[in-house]
């Protein structure tokens, strides 16, 4: 169903993999990468919301450092990661993304999700492009909740999760009132079923929810 498709951005053109839905799309999905690059969990993601149908498109967002880049989820594939976050920075991520949304904004109302760093950059989108967003445990948000959202928002958070902590979620519930949060019995990464902490049922509901958001804020 998906396929690879190229996107020109303000920094230059980036591949990215989208999936259209055999029905008539209910709107169109941006997909935002965790800093393990657009991967197969990442594809696999794009494909299952066009199962549920939308549009569904993920941007290589560090196809402008490096093209084709798939990581694992070793130790040494997060510090890579780690390291091709701070090159792109937030700015030009976003701008990614913008860019996304122009090749799908035609087809119907847009919307973001993002996982983990992609859980960031779905805020922003949300918080400077108007874009309906759900943020998958995106704790680095924290530094950026002055920059209120400006359109639908849901959170989904783990309570186990070691790199987010309950003060984290704290200041989320503090400074944004007006957002759907949900904090699963989970820990990070938990809709990543190539990670340890995958939870198969966690991640159906928070997709349940997920999905029922997309339905109600992309008409």
Same mark, same amino acid.
């Given at each position: ?14 591949? +990215? ?7 008539? @799309?209910? *709107?169109?999905? #941006? ?5 393990? %690059? ?14 549920? %149908?939308?549009? @569904? ?6 196809? /402008? #450092? ?17 390291? /091709?976050?701070?090159?792109? +920075? @937030? ?16 087809? +119907?109302?847009? +919307? ?6 992609? !859980?960031? #950059? ?8 108007? /874009? ?5 445990? *995106? %704790? ?26 309950? =003060? ?9 009132? =007006? ?7 989970? !820990?990070? *990464? ?14 159906? =509901?928070?997709?349940?929810?997920? /999905? ?8």
């Amino acid at each position: 169903m998906g396929h690879q498709v190229s996107i020109s951005t303000l920094h230059g053109t980036i591949g +990215g993999w989208r999936a259209d839905p055999a029905t008539p @799309a209910k *709107g169109a999905v #941006i997909v935002v990468q965790e800093i393990f %690059g657009l991967n197969s969990h990442i594809r696999s993601v794009v494909e299952k919301f066009a199962q549920h %149908g939308f549009i @569904a498109i993920a941007p290589a967002l560090f196809d /402008l #450092i490096e093209h084709d880049i798939e990581l694992g989820y070793t130790e040494a594939d997060v510090e890579r990661g780690r390291e /091709l976050r701070s090159q792109l +920075g @937030a700015d030009r991520a976003v701008d990614c993304v913008r860019a996304a949304m122009e090749e799908v904004e035609a087809e +119907g109302f847009v +919307g973001v999700v993002g996982y983990c760093w992609g !859980g960031t #950059i779905a805020y922003l989108t949300c918080a400077r492009l108007g /874009l309906p967003a759900v943020s998958y445990y *995106g %704790g680095g948000t924290v530094p950026y909740l002055d920059e209120k959202p400006s359109s639908a928002l849901m959170l989904h958070f783990g309570e186990n999760d070691p790199l987010i902590s309950a =003060e984290d979620v704290s200041m989320h519930r503090e400074a944004l009132p =007006e957002a759907e949060i949900h904090v699963w019995p989970a !820990g990070h *990464g938990f809709n990543c079923d190539q990670r340890a902490d995958y939870n198969p049922t966690v991640a159906a =509901e928070a997709m349940q929810r997920t /999905l029922k958001f997309f339905d109600v804020h992309l008409e």
